[in-house]
């Protein structure tokens, strides 16, 4: 499968600290690096610039006569001149220098570190991603970490999206924070608004009361042993739609011989980290399988589309769904 990270002139727009990402691409960096150090390495200085979309009256034929489309622009760069996207005169743009100085409060006074930024599909798409700093086990050997993310394109395709994420470190599995009484799981800004990343900041909430919340339900679920049944009724309600619960016995076969309910019955039983305590039989790991299912294996084109699912589309829904139904199975039981 292909990367799809950005590469211009021979360089990887993509930085890191610690382990290699998951393509094996991009600049080392040490961690504390400076937000001028990360903006350089992520190849990332550039700026997006638009211009009024013109076109030749003569099709075909040569001729210096051109009209201009008033309500659309074209995106570029400021380095290569390279499209990045047509959009509507209306679109504000967030600028990639604007996605890592998003950070550079939060890591001065907030003990929060860079941990990967870079570009995708030429540059059309960049992100940011910092540690908080804020790690817990759910049991022995089942450690996971707090992390947040700001990502944006400029091709039209996503909104800018800052969002609380974890990271269970024993397979690497990223499941989103759920909302609390002082902050979101994540904030969306449309493209017709200007970006304000103060307000962002204090719409999302503080990560850290956010992680410690996470870290009470991902230990109840850890505590909770699923039965069979538990598990084909939370795999139905998953993949099943809203209906689930009116199909015939040959409807609900259908829905657990897939082979998206056989991987994660598969995942459930043996997935990386299902051997440990908090996630044998229990309702933490069926989470988990979901997670490890959308994260890794779930069908894509290439890896950038898989983790743009798991991130920002389908799959992303679709782990956010699995942890909720599960909260709600273990409430059920606990009521």
């Excluded at 959009?87 to 950070?103: G, N, Y």
């Excluded at 850290?208 to 084909?232: I, K, W």
């Excluded at 699912?309 to 009521?335: C, P």
Aim: glycine content about 8%.
């Amino acid at each position: 499968m292909s990367h799809n990270i950005t590469n211009t002139n021979g360089k990887n727009e993509m930085a890191y600290v610690g382990e290699k990402p998951w393509h094996g691409l991009g600049q080392e960096l040490q961690r504390g690096a400076s937000i001028e150090t990360w903006l350089d390495a992520a190849g990332m200085g550039w700026k997006v610039q638009r211009a009024k979309v013109r076109y030749p009256v003569s099709v075909g034929a040569k001729s210096d006569a051109f009209r201009e489309w008033p309500d659309q622009h074209v995106l570029f760069r400021s380095d290569t001149k390279a499209p990045l996207g047509m959009v509507s005169d209306r679109f504000k743009i967030v600028q990639p220098k604007q996605v890592l100085e998003f950070f550079r409060d939060l890591c001065a006074t907030n003990k929060f570190s860079l941990e990967t930024a870079g570009t995708l599909r030429g540059g059309s798409i960049y992100w940011a991603l910092a540690k908080i700093h804020e790690e817990a086990d759910v049991g022995a050997g089942d450690l996971v970490r707090g992390y947040v993310m700001l990502s944006t394109a400029c091709d039209g395709s996503r909104r800018t999206v800052a969002k609380n994420t974890t990271v269970r470190v024993v397979c690497n599995n990223t499941l989103d924070m759920a909302d609390t009484e002082k902050g979101r799981r994540e904030v969306c800004v449309s493209h017709r608004s200007v970006f304000d990343a103060a307000e962002v900041k204090t719409d999302l909430g503080i990560a850290h009361d956010a992680f410690a919340r996470f870290m009470v339900s991902a230990r109840a679920l850890a505590a909770r042993q699923l039965t069979r049944s538990d598990v084909d009724d939370l795999t139905l309600k998953l993949l099943g739609g809203d209906d689930w619960a009116e199909f015939t016995a040959d409807q609900r076969g259908a829905v657990l011989e897939s082979k998206h309910a056989q991987a994660i019955a598969t995942l459930y039983a043996g997935g990386r980290g299902a051997e440990l305590d908090t996630a044998k039989g229990t309702a933490w790991g069926y989470v988990n399988a979901v997670t490890e299912y959308v994260d890794h294996y779930y069908p894509a084109r290439s890896l950038e589309n898989r983790l743009n699912s798991a991130w920002f589309g389908y799959g992303e829904r679709l782990k956010n769904h699995a942890m909720q139904k599960t909260l709600e199975l273990v409430t059920e039981r606990l009521s």
